[in-house]
Each structure stands twice: as structure tokens, then as C-alpha cells.
């Protein structure tokens, strides 16, 4: 079964910019889509959607980060990436990357984000 693992997480002023990696250990084309998700400190029980792009490269983006968020799949082979800007304190959390696959999907371990001066 193809894995996935993030990376790019770290500590980022306000109003600042940080691309994540979502890299599978495979053909990253094995899921049907790929998304961003994300658990932040006030709502640590559930994963919130953030964007999702297919093989094909339709994307969709959760309306409080379109604008500010970008997902990609142009650059490393088997690699999605997150593009984020304009962060604020309420950014932070940790993010996850997710396969969709006909069955069980597939998570990764995540990458925290701090966004703090």
C-alpha cells in the first residue's frame, strides 16, 4: 500500500507564508484525490478539511482558506503541496495529509504549523 508523509511544518510569523509536502512513497496517481486537513487547538477532537486535488488536477478549497491557500501537484514527482500565506495565529495546528482510496484511506503522520511573532 503506497504511504504518504508530510513535511514543511514549522514555527512562522503572522502574515507569512509555508509550503508543505505531501510525499508518497508510490504512485501518488493510486488515490483518487488528495487533501489537506488540519487540527487545530480549538478543535482538537476532528480534522478539518482545508483543499483536495485529483489526478487530473480539479481542485477544491474550504472557504476560509481559499485565496490564501494554493494545493499543487507541480514540482517533485509523487509530491502534493500545500502553499499557504497570509498566516494567522488561528492557523495553527497540525496538518495532515490524506489518500482517498476505495477503501480505508490513507493518513500521514502530520507536520505542525505555529504561527506566532
Known amino acids: 500500500q503506497v504511504q504518504i508523509m508530510e513535511s514543511g511544518g514549522g514555527l512562522v510569523q503572522p502574515g507569512g507564508s509555508l509550503r508543505l509536502s505531501c510525499v508518497a512513497n508510490?504512485?501518488?496517481?493510486?488515490?483518487?484525490?488528495v487533501a489537506w486537513y488540519r487540527r487545530t487547538p480549538g478543535n482538537e477532537r476532528e480534522r478539518e478539511y482545508l483543499?483536495?486535488?485529483?489526478?487530473?488536477?480539479?481542485?477544491d478549497y474550504y472557504h476560509s482558506v481559499r485565496g490564501r491557500f494554493t494545493i499543487s501537484r507541480d514540482g517533485a514527482p509523487n509530491t502534493v503541496y500545500l502553499q499557504m500565506s497570509g498566516l494567522t495565529s488561528e492557523d495553527t495546528g497540525v496538518y495532515y495529509c490524506?489518500?482517498?482510496?476505495?477503501?480505508?484511506?490513507?493518513w500521514g503522520q502530520g507536520t505542525q504549523v505555529i504561527v506566532s511573532s
Open positions: 508510490g504512485d501518488i496517481s493510486t488515490f483518487s484525490s
Open positions: 490524506n489518500g482517498r482510496l476505495p477503501g480505508p484511506d490513507v
Open positions: 483543499a483536495m486535488i485529483t489526478p487530473s488536477g480539479v481542485t
